[in-house]
């Protein structure tokens, strides 16, 4: 069966208690939860795609998140930080 996609253009791709898999077209989002910790993670083969879904993810993740004065920071898969589990 496959997931209607979302308005928006949000595809839901899997889920689970730990884990949230979306299809944003041009970048898949992982949305994964700790006790302490939301991890968000955007892959794009586009760097321009990457950047501009950055972008809206993180504002809209601060909009939902303004009253704890949430800040999303991105870092590179590469980095120690953005290798962190």
Same mark, same amino acid.
């Given at each position: ?12 791709? +899997?889920? +689970?208690?730990? @884990? ?8 898949? %989002?992982?949305? =994964? ?7 968000? =993670?955007?892959? *794009?083969?586009?760097?321009? *795609?990457?950047?501009?879904? +950055? ?7 601060? @909009? ?9 920071? %991105?870092?590179? *898969?590469? +980095? ?6």
């Amino acid at each position: 069966m496959l997931t209607p996609v979302r308005p928006g253009g949000l595809k839901v791709l +899997s889920t +689970s208690a730990e @884990q949230l898999v979306v299809d944003l077209c041009t970048a898949t %989002w992982t949305i =994964r939860s700790t006790p302490d910790h939301l991890i968000l =993670r955007l892959d *794009a083969a586009d760097p321009a *795609a990457l950047e501009q879904q +950055s972008a809206r993810v993180a504002h809209r993740i601060e @909009q939902f998140a303004r009253r704890d004065d949430l800040k999303v920071v %991105w870092t590179p *898969a590469g +980095s120690p930080e953005g290798n962190r589990r």
